[in-house]
């Protein structure tokens, strides 16, 4: 029912996303909350961990703390960034635990888990695919009208969510007509 009032009445949609930048040192997380066609700045940080313990204690604590974070700021979506090809295959694999990690805070937590590429988020956030790092904070900075640029993890999760935001009802939008033809196949 949601997403067909959403088709005649984009206006009306309220949604509280969690972006994630998932890492094994440090995990960001942004909370924006999208009302119609506005973003609004909930929170965001990073989860830092310490590279002298071990990796299994390090994902323990982000995976709390990510949990603890959806406990007291109650999303209804969770974007993730995807891994990115990696040059070092030991940080690819610890890129990858981490992702798991964040992952399955949401899944368990019941929330819909959605998953970028970081030439998505770029491009949903500065309009194009290649852009900076700093271009990417810069943009964060703007569309969520914050005082001043984010830590760059949590600036990175901001821009997942914003992805978020702006794909979510797209992809839903192509789900529903995919499962229409199928019906009409059968």
């Known amino acids: 029912m949601k997403g067909s009032l959403f088709v005649l009445f984009p206006f009306f949609l309220c949604m509280r996303i969690l972006g994630i930048d998932p890492g094994s040192k440090a995990t960001g997380y942004g909370f924006i909350e999208q009302q119609g066609n506005r973003l609004i700045h909930i929170d965001n940080g990073a989860i830092f961990t310490r590279s002298k313990d071990a990796l299994a204690e390090r994902l ?98 901001l821009a997942v969510a914003i992805c978020h935001a702006h794909s979510h009802h797209l992809t839903g939008q192509v789900n529903q007509t995919n499962r229409l033809a199928q019906r009409t196949r059968r």
């Open 60 to 157: 323990q604590l982000i995976y709390r703390e990510l949990c603890r974070l959806i406990e007291q700021y109650r999303p209804e979506a969770v974007a993730v960034e995807q891994v990115f090809m990696a040059r070092n295959p030991a940080s690819a694999l610890k890129l990858g635990h981490a992702r798991g990690v964040a992952l399955l805070a949401g899944i368990n937590a019941g929330l819909p888990v959605a998953e970028y590429s970081a030439l998505q988020v770029k491009s949903a956030v500065v309009g194009y695919g290649r852009a900076g790092k700093n271009q990417v904070q810069q943009m964060t900075r703007t569309l969520l009208n914050l005082p001043e640029i984010a830590q760059e993890d949590a600036a990175d999760a």
